[in-house]
């Protein structure tokens, strides 16, 4: 076993899901897990700090697996998740981390799909239920005793529920959970409203939270770039076409991920390796020193495996992966820019991890300026250059050596010397795409700017010419009332109403569009059929607003 998982192993967790976590090639913790696991497997009430991407899913996940008795089929552990998406998510990384324990199992339970199944699957036993507050309360008013079993609870974007208006659906909740549970809440930011639930609903909860401190990092020029997870090699690819760099650090988070991209980066030509803490010290070692001779031009690493590199001829760092914290960031990018040199940092930031760049620019003191994914042309412009580059010390006496050869072949073949030139160059570029075209049709990419969230969500195939309504936020419904412009309505009536009568908080109701003949307004997802009744008797500008769910398909 390496050492990193021994950074796993000292938590205290349980052997099964060592090995889950070996298999899914996780090297040590990140800061939020190391902090949290122990508090949460000592069964104490926590409250944790944290955003997306600094590793919160696993830091409550784990410790928890490592409690439940799976033999137990009952619900024993309840997650709740502002948004379908997001419960998604969380109950995919649950089933990930307990492949190992045979007889645990995991529903997801959302608004938007059929109650039946759902129920059904807590009747026989599932041990943990994520779910969305409103979807929740809807199956308590058909059985009170769902949760009457619960042991954990974890409130996850506790910050994010209460903008979507669950305030009331989590204190139902929390009603129907026995009171010697523990309850662990997370969220990015600590509001007085969430300070007060944690006061009303959890015991001397243990405060965790990753300091951030300033850190500057001026000799290193640092940009971003958009990108969809399942475009990230595609996009490296092409930005090591147009940058410049000598020797480069690619940064991901597992060990898998490593082999997968330094093999395809090898695939293409370049001198690359991976360095993960699977591979021996003394492999490991070799590798860092033909990084520092140019045998290697770019290493793929872990952070674990990275840990106090020093190359001078590092003139790039990318974030393929992003960092857990601003801490590892700053680290990761002090890999280059040693020993007085100038360096460049390039961070990939999927849209759901926008939060983490601000974050990053926020602690850093510095704007991380946005890149463009270089186009076909960019990168035609730069083989172009870099052929240039190599040709242009051999022109210089390369007739005196070869003229007279040349003179022989044109004769003997019977070509002229543009053909023959042109022959040597398709030798010399061993085939490298070297037209527009060419290249386009090597590197097919969406471009980084396409709207592609809606079809993330919606996977509805060809999205392209849809009347482009505008996307929905997450977790968000738009309906629609035959009240508009022409009946004297303006936004901010339909507002009133709706927070007065509907009990929401400003933050859950979305877009308000009104058109002439009927108005749009986006509410919150989970909990809207209820919503939608509450609403049933009211009235706007003396008028009846029969708000009804809108679907423009
Ligand atoms: P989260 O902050 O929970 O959304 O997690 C962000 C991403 O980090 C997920 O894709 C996880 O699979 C990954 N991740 C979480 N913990 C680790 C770890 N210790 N090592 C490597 N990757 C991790």
């Keep these: 076993m390496t050492q990193e998982i021994g950074g796993f192993a000292a938590l205290g967790l349980h052997p099964n899901i060592l090995s889950a976590l070996t298999a899914v090639g996780y090297e040590e913790p990140s800061p939020i897990q190391a902090q949290a696991i122990p508090v949460i497997l000592a069964g104490q009430d926590m409250i944790g700090q944290a955003q997306t991407g600094t590793g919160k899913t696993a830091a409550f996940a784990l410790p928890l697996l490592s409690k439940i008795d799976p033999a137990k089929r009952e619900p024993q552990a309840l997650i709740l998740a502002p948004t379908r998406e997001l419960a998604l998510q969380v109950a995919t990384a649950f089933e990930t981390y307990s492949k190992q324990m045979p ?113 500057t990092v001026t000799a290193i020029e640092q940009a971003h770039l958009m990108v969809h997870a399942d475009q990230k090699h595609a996009a490296v690819l092409r930005l090591l076409e147009v940058e410049e760099f000598d020797a480069l650090i690619g940064f991901v988070r597992t060990k898998q991920a490593t082999l997968d991209l330094a093999a ?178 090597e590197q097919p990419l969406v471009p980084n700017n396409a709207p592609r969230e809606r079809s993330e969500r919606s996977d509805r195939g060809d999205s392209r010419e849809r009347r482009a309504p505008v996307p929905l936020a997450e977790g968000r419904a738009r309906c629609r009332t035959a009240l508009g412009a022409r009946d004297g309505i303006a936004a901010k009536n339909l507002l009133g109403a709706i927070l007065n009568e509907g009990g929401l908080v400003r933050e859950a109701i979305g877009r308000i569009q009104v058109r002439e003949s009927f108005s749009l307004v986006e509410l919150p997802e989970d909990g809207l059929e209820r919503l939608l009744t509450k609403l049933k008797d009211t009235r706007v500008g003396g008028k009846p607003l029969k708000l009804r769910r809108y679907r423009e398909d």
Excluded: W
Excluded at 301 to 327: F, K, Q, S
Excluded at 335 to 355: C, D, F, K, N, Q
Excluded at 368 to 386: H, M, T, W
């Design 264 to 441: 395809i980066l090898e695939a293409k030509g370049y001198k690359a390796a991976a360095l993960n803490g699977d591979i021996a010290q003394n492999q490991r070692e070799r590798v860092i020193e033909s990084l520092k001779d140019g045998r290697l031009d770019i290493v793929i690493a872990t952070d674990v495996a990275a840990r106090g590199l020093d190359v001078p001829r590092i003139t790039h760092v990318m974030n393929v992966d992003m960092p857990y914290d601003p801490e590892s960031y700053v680290h990761r990018i002090g890999r280059t820019g040693r020993a007085g040199r100038t360096g460049r940092a390039l961070l990939l930031v999927t849209p759901r991890e926008r939060r983490m760049l601000q974050v990053i620019e926020r602690v850093t003191g510095q704007k991380v300026g946005e890149v463009k994914l270089p186009n076909g042309q960019q990168v035609l412009d730069a083989r172009i250059k870099k052929l240039t580059t190599s040709l242009t010390p051999l022109v210089a006496d390369a007739e005196a050596t070869h003229g007279e050869l040349l003179d022989r072949l044109t004769a003997d073949i019977g070509c002229s010397p543009r053909a023959l030139a042109s022959a040597l160059l398709r030798l010399a570029t061993k085939g490298q795409a070297l037209t527009l075209a060419e290249v386009e049709r």
């Design 103 to 215: 007889g645990l199992n995991v529903v997801a339970v959302y608004g938007g799909a059929p109650m039946g199944p759902q129920l059904k699957a807590i009747r026989q036993g599932a041990q943990v239920i994520v779910a969305t507050p409103g979807r929740l309360v809807d199956h308590l008013r058909r059985d009170e005793k769902v949760l009457s079993t619960i042991q954990y609870l974890v409130l996850d974007e506790a910050d994010e529920m209460l903008k979507l208006g669950f305030m009331d659906d989590l204190e139902v909740i929390f009603e129907a959970m026995p009171e010697t549970r523990q309850s662990v809440l997370f969220s990015a930011t600590l509001p007085h409203s969430i300070r007060s639930i944690a006061e009303k609903h959890l015991r001397n909860p243990q405060h965790i939270k990753i300091a951030s401190k300033t850190q």
